[in-house]
């Protein structure tokens, strides 16, 4: 009886065939996994060298639509703003001896006369947002009366920064602040005057633009 060790020798004592064809095989078969893994690795490249110009794309859509779009913020802001303090104007206008009260009980000086102020300006300063005429110029008594609103009438309302800036009349003032420096925007009567303006400054024949076209 042969023993285990010997079933796999041949007669002259070598290995048997079958297991010299395993040895042999080992190796191709190494190679064969490495070559199947590396359009793997390639693929995953390829999509990582893709993730750049994706984003890049993104980015481009998000500035295209913004770009179409960018007549949307200035013009909800002042028709907001302009309509908020277009109404508190006309109503204070119409109360005025309630007002000058309030004005009295905050200890602002002179009450009569700032509450008359302050009415006027509310309403005409939000009419001319919401027309967009003069943008810039309105935003500035209207920030002065938030800030003197909050100076007097809300400032026990106030502990710190957190609190501040939670009250409405900051964001009034934040919005203000950005029309400010914005201007009306596209949709307003500002930019329809500009246009005007450069649209006779280009028909003069003694400007730049009038050579440059004849």
Known sequence: ???????????????????????????????RGLRSARPHDQHERILLMQVPRAITAVT???????HAFRWLPPTLARLTVG????????????????????FTELGIPAPYFQARLASTSEFVCGALL????ATRFATIPLIVIMCVAIRTALWDQVDGIGSLVGLTEFAYIALLVWL???????????????????GEDRSRPGTPMARATF
């Open 130 to 133: 919401l027309v967009g005429l």
């Open 1 to 31: 009886m042969l023993s285990p060790d010997t079933t796999q020798m041949d007669k002259t004592g070598a290995p048997s065939h079958d297991l010299r064809t395993r040895s042999a095989d080992t190796p191709i078969d190494l190679q």
């Open 180 to 198: 400010a420096v914005e201007g009306g925007g596209p949709l307003s009567l500002d930019a329809l005057l500009s246009r005007l303006t450069r």
């Open 83 to 102: 309509m908020v303090f277009f109404q508190s104007g006309w109503g204070k206008l119409h109360s005025l001896e309630k007002v000058t009260n309030y």
């Open 60 to 66: 481009d859509l998000a500035e295209r639509i913004a």
